[in-house]
Nanobody, 123 residues
Framework: VQLQASGGGLVQAGGSLRLSCAASRRTFSNNGVAWFRQAPGKERQIVAGISWNGGSTYYADSAKGRFTISRDNAKNTVDLQMSSLKPEDTAVYYC?????????????????WGQGTQVTVSS
């Protein structure tokens, strides 16, 4: 699976961005998919995840109430709608495909990773 993440950019605090992850060469419709982020000097951490059919989602505490993850298996895409953005959301955001159909919070359970898209939130 090749993953292409897009939608990052520079936004003011309080603004919104929509990230999109598209898969090619192979479908990920049977797999959980998650968005991770990594800020400079920090570990890569999960932001949100969604199960294979969208029936189950996971949000990190920092994302709850502000971010929404969704997927369209017909289009082989997973989106992350981010609202009320804060400067601390600044990071490189990566989409990743899980080894399993469910969501996992551990990076070790993700086999395929996109190249990352930069999100910068100015104060």
């Amino acid at each position: 699976v090749q993953l292409q993440a897009s939608g990052g950019g520079l936004v003011q605090a309080g603004g919104s961005l929509r990230l999109s992850c598209a898969a090619s060469r192979r479908t990920f419709s049977n797999n959980g998919v998650a968005w991770f982020r990594q800020a400079p000097g920090k570990e890569r951490q999960i932001v949100a995840g969604i199960s294979w059919n969208g029936g189950s989602t996971y949000y990190a505490d920092s994302a709850k109430g502000r971010f929404t993850i969704s997927r369209d298996n017909a289009k082989n895409t997973v989106d992350l709608q981010m609202s009320s953005l804060k400067p601390e959301d600044t990071a490189v955001y990566y989409c990743a495909v899980s080894l399993w159909s469910t969501v996992s919070v551990s990076r070790n359970n993700y086999r395929y990773w996109g190249q990352g898209t930069q999100v910068t939130v100015s104060s």
